[in-house]
């Protein structure tokens, strides 16, 4: 299905409705990209967990969020905070719910609110895929898979098969003319058989987006990232050393009630793979550290002067993993342990007034320690089966915490909270347990099906269990309520059922899956009725994390039909719905069905795509979070890659052709005065922008 020397940028978009596909033919919109559905072989064993591999370089997204190259994937989806602020959306799970790796590794995020989630950390001109399982992730893709699992991984030196040095290089610089952004990466090799070195870095930079009516304000936006590796190869055994730097400047964030001035991160790794015999090791530690400080007044214009804000707070991540892979008869078995530790501390100040201050979080750790077997099996290479079990121990403690307005008034409602949280049990210690039963069936040559269930947990984050009193710390929500935790919560607790079929011809694909899921102990916020949280909540009706039960359920497909030698149609579409089983309301922030629709055409050296991206409305909200509805939309772009060499390519297109005005679902609502947005207006998507690509490899 390739076309002489240029490809279609592997596109799998997915099979499409009719009346999507209708839609599209009139008014499309450009927010997807072609992944490549791969399955995983290990030792020659083939893996029942398939993936989609997403490649930013043949994105026709421009702009700088990383994370919303993840739309390229049917099911997937991004709750979009400001323009640095993309939070991955799976099937309707979000956040802390999906464990996001980078290079292998976990960051947490340093901001409360989630202004830095993990594809924060991984700028689009330095990453060299993107890669999202497809249905229940393995539990040997990490701890706290409830929601799924993504690994992202930046490019990197690799070894030659010589002693002699080769040098290398890889530069992409891209912008776009929407924010009058621009984004610059390179990174530089030089490798043998037995040595391999890179330096690697980037800057980004933009303005406010504009969008058909006007401005977002503030959704300017700053980055730069630096860093080095090496690594040393002595027979079957390797050893490496990375190290990255990331600097986030004046970022806003206008869905939050605040905005980045800095976000500082040092991450530091090191890794070791060996070969005995039929037995793969390998191991790695890792460390980083993140401070960040943001405010309210710095980038916007604040409502009341008398309530200026300053919120400095700092993250620190230590981690080890060990596993091993082990070839058997027709069959692997994966073994490990992973284990990490993670402080968090926050507070907010007031700049006219020193003495003020909150600890908002005063000493949080959030440890794991995690053991796991896998187990992969075929036979006759028509039947694959996964077998996997999980133990995940995660203990959780807080330090006492305090407020200037709580020790000025003893008997105040605000000292009643401290008090009683100070005194509390907050050392907590969850111990739970993943299991994973996947099999696969190859029917015909053309034709396999798969079946998978699982159960999966998810300990309460530290902002869910440890918020002591009614804040909008809520690991980006953005629901503009006010919440308190609960030191008490339980796990969430899933029972996840994932069916799928993949049918190949010689001209066409389809890939359709359908899911049912069933959360109990879901952790949502529902009124509070304590009568201390309403007196001393700023706004009416906070909020607190509690546990309810909950289910989603829904289907995700592509197609992909070569018509002839030169041209190609594809399309996707994805649908969950969310709801609580314990009332009769939604959950909150759920993608309403969603789909794209493209046609292509490619000669030897470029190729030419008009694409539709569409949403219908959404009017399955959240009550409780009082979450606005929203209609559908259909917007439509024009790109082109052309191929200026063997080992130079340039991209341009035009996003969103029509500058037509839309708002996604998943997108925040605006929290900033004096903007051409109302407060509480949805943030809308952006308007006619002109992107250019180039990429050089050497």
């Not at 969020?65 to 991004?78: E, H, R």
């Not at 986030?248 to 009630?257: D, I, K, R, S, Y």
């Amino acid at each position: 299905m390739s076309h002489n020397n240029i490809l279609y940028p592997a596109r799998l978009k997915w099979l499409c409705i009719p009346a999507l596909c209708i839609l599209s033919a009139t008014s499309m919109a450009a927010e997807t990209e072609d992944p490549a559905l791969k399955i995983t072989i290990t030792n020659g064993i083939r893996s029942a967990s398939e993936t989609t591999v997403i490649k930013p370089l043949d994105s026709n997204l421009a702009g700088p969020s990383t994370a919303t190259l993840l739309k390229q994937s049917p099911g997937a989806n991004v709750n979009f905070n400001g323009p640095l602020t993309g939070i991955i959306q799976y099937r309707g799970m979000f956040d802390d719910r999906i464990n996001t790796q980078l290079d292998g590794v976990e960051i947490a995020p340093a901001c409360p609110n989630h202004m830095d989630p993990p594809l924060h950390y991984a700028a689009k001109p330095l990453v060299e895929s993107i890669e999202i399982f497809r249905g229940i992730a393995p539990v040997s893709a990490g701890n706290e898979t409830i929601g799924g699992a993504v690994k992202a991984t930046r490019k990197t030196s690799h070894f030659t098969n010589s002693d002699d040095f080769e040098y290398h290089g890889d530069v992409t610089a891209e912008g776009q003319s929407v924010d009058n952004g621009y984004g610059v990466g390179a990174l530089l090799t030089v490798a043998n058989k037995s040595h391999r070195m890179h330096v690697l870095g980037n800057m980004e930079q933009g303005d406010d987006m504009r969008y058909s009516d006007g401005k977002i304000h503030p959704s300017e936006y700053e980055r730069s990232e630096a860093g080095f590796g090496y690594g040393y190869r002595q027979g079957s055994n390797e050893y490496s050393i990375e190290y990255m730097q990331d600097n986030t400047g004046n970022t806003g964030t206008p869905a939050l009630p605040m905005d980045i001035r800095y976000m500082d991160t040092n991450a530091v790794s090191a890794q070791y793979k060996g070969q005995w015999d039929n037995t793969q090791l390998e191991a790695k530690i890792y460390s980083n550290h993140v401070k960040h400080d943001m405010t309210n007044y710095h980038l916007r214009d604040p409502a009341n002067l008398m309530m200026l804000r300053d919120s400095p707070s700092i993250s620190r991540t230590t981690g080890v993993e060990i596993s091993t892979i082990t070839a058997l008869n027709n069959s692997e078995l994966k073994l490990g342990i992973d284990s990490d530790l993670q402080k968090h501390d926050a507070r907010v100040l007031d700049p006219n007034n020193t003495m003020f201050y909150v600890d908002n979080f005063n000493d949080i750790e959030r440890g794991r320690i995690g053991l796991f077997s896998e187990w992969q099996l075929t036979i006759n290479n028509d039947w694959q089966y996964e077998l996997g079990v999980r133990f995940t121990q995660v203990n959780m403690d807080a330090n006492d915490v305090n407020a200037s307005m709580a020790v000025a008034m003893p008997a105040s409602g605000l000292a009643t909270l401290r008090d009683r949280f100070n005194s509390s049990d907050r050392s907590q210690t969850d111990n739970n347990v993943d299991l994973v039963a996947k099999l696969q069936y190859q029917a015909s040559d053309n034709t396999s099906m798969d079946i998978g269930i699982a159960r999966k947990t998810r300990s309460p984050s530290y902002q869910e269990r440890y918020l002591w009193l009614p804040l909008e710390a809520t690991a980006g929500l953005a629901d503009g309520k006010l919440y308190v935790g609960d030191v008490n919560l339980k796990p969430e607790v899933a029972t996840e059922l994932d069916m799928g079929l993949e049918w190949q011809g010689d001209t066409t694909r389809i890939t359709p899956r359908i899911f049912y899921n069933r959360v109990d102990d879901y952790i949502q916020g529902v009124p509070s009725t304590d009568i201390t949280v309403l007196a001393v909540s700023s706004q009416p009706d906070p909020l607190q994390f509690s546990n309810v039960s909950a289910e989603l359920y829904g289907f995700d497909s592509g197609l992909e039909i070569m018509l002839n030698d030169a041209w190609l149609m594809d399309a996707s579409i994805s649908y969950v719905r969310g709801k609580r089983r314990d009332i009769d309301d939604n959950l909150y922030r759920i993608a309403p069905l969603n789909g794209a629709l493209g046609l292509s055409y490619a000669k030897q050296d470029w190729s030419a795509t008009a694409q539709g991206v569409f949403a219908a409305d959404q009017k399955d909200v959240s009550a409780t979070n009082g979450e606005q509805a929203t209609g559908g939309y259909g917007i439509m772009n024009l790109f082109g890659k052309y191929r200026l060499q063997a080992n130079m390519d340039f991209t341009a297109g035009i996003n969103n052709v029509f500058d037509r005005y839309y708002a996604d679902h998943l997108n925040g609502v605006n929290r900033v005065t004096n903007t051409d947005l109302a407060v509480g207006e949805r943030l809308p998507g952006a308007g006619r922008s002109v992107f250019a690509r180039l990429h050089y490899s050497w």
